[in-house]
């Protein structure tokens, strides 16, 4: 399912450094608030980079200095472990848990109590796996690359098939986790068949994660790779030799799957958390700030980059859990690479 530019609408336009558009103000119900502040913190369980967590976490105490957020962070496989030991144990200790991967949530959905946030018509509900569990972070891959290697701009994901690129182009693998199964299926789907090969062929470097494949592109262990935007925002921000383009066939996009939890001991300060995150406010501050993405239906803010024409691609869910086994072992046998 790609979402054209039509789907992308936005409020303003991004620039290199930009100003924080206005967005609407993110107000919570008095009661809301109350019992937040009562309460006055919240567990969350996250596989989202912790870096950015802390960004986004810092941003709502701005708002609501008034909840202490206890972010317990850890890639998506170690972290569904946990919650599957803590839940055998009776010990569930998150009040939200965001993973990277909603397949893998979906199985345990009856540990989520309802929830829905105040915006929930305004969302793209076809990329859930369940209404108990929303997509607070929509992530999308581009195309980076060393600037002090590499000064022509790719336009196309073709372009990283270029013979030159043979022995600098990296990649994590495919068993990295649900975004990088999202990539390698785009790949299959969108862009071919045989696209697999040819990159195959040009024997790419395979990293364990995205970040150890952005590392790397630092370092300039490789030129050229694809990422994951929301890695490359703050590292250019730091300093980095770093550009990026989504390409003009689509951006592969994941969504984290965000929800709270029946055992918490905060539920009005999960609550709190989730809504504002969820809200223009909450998205606005990720677009332009992390550099995500939003399944919101009306972006309240443009993300930088897409004036390419580009459209985010987000997988069929059916489809997906149809095709993954098989599709694993043959990307493996490709590229040589195994769990």
């Known amino acids: 399912m790609i979402l054209t530019r039509r789907h992308l609408l936005a409020a303003t336009t991004l620039t290199a450094n930009p100003a924080r558009a206005a967005v609407p103000r993110f107000e919570p119900a008095p009661d809301l608030a109350a019992a937040a502040k009562r309460e006055g913190r919240v567990v969350l369980y996250t596989a989202q980079i912790e870096e950015l967590e802390q960004e986004m976490i810092n941003e709502f105490n701005h708002r609501f200095p008034f909840v202490r957020v206890e972010m317990v962070h850890a890639p998506g496989g ?8 803590e839940m055998a144990n009776g010990k569930l200790v998150a009040d939200i848990i965001d993973h990277s991967d909603p397949n893998v949530l979906k199985p345990i959905e009856d540990a989520f109590r309802d929830y829905a946030p105040p915006n929930a018509a305004d969302w793209i509900t076809s990329v859930m796996v369940s209404p ?18 590499i000064s022509q701009t790719p336009t ?41 090969a040819k990159q195959a062929a040009l024997k790419p470097r395979i990293y364990p994660t995205v970040a150890a494949t952005t590392d790397a592109l630092i370092r300039g262990e490789v030129a050229v790779a694809p ?27 994941f969504i984290f799957a965000s929800g709270i939890t029946k055992t918490a001991a905060n539920p009005a300060a999960a609550r709190l ?67």
């Open 78 to 85: 170690q972290l569904i472990t946990r919650i599957r030991s």
């Open 132 to 149: 108990k569990l929303w997509p607070r972070l929509t992530v999308g891959w581009c195309i980076a690359w060393n600037s002090e290697i």
């Open 156 to 196: 196309s994901w073709w372009d990283l098939m270029q013979p030159q690129n043979a022995g600098q182009l990296g990649q994590a693998t495919a068993f990295a986790g649900g975004s990088s199964w999202t990539r390698i299926m785009f790949e299959r789907k969108v862009l071919g068949e045989d696209y697999w």
């Open 227 to 253: 990422v994951t935007y929301a890695i490359v925002v703050p590292k250019q921000r730091d300093g980095a030799p770093l550009k990026s383009v989504f390409p003009k066939e689509g951006v592969p996009s």
């Open 273 to 339: 958390y989730l809504d504002w995150c969820l809200s223009a406010e909450g998205q606005a501050f990720l677009i332009q700030e992390l550099g995500h993405m939003t399944a919101l239906k009306v972006p309240p803010v443009q993300p930088a980059g897409l004036d390419t024409g580009a459209g985010l691609w987000f997988p069929d869910r059916t489809e997906s859990d149809r095709l993954r086994v098989a599709w694993l072992e043959e990307w493996s046998k490709l590229f040589g690479v195994r769990q």
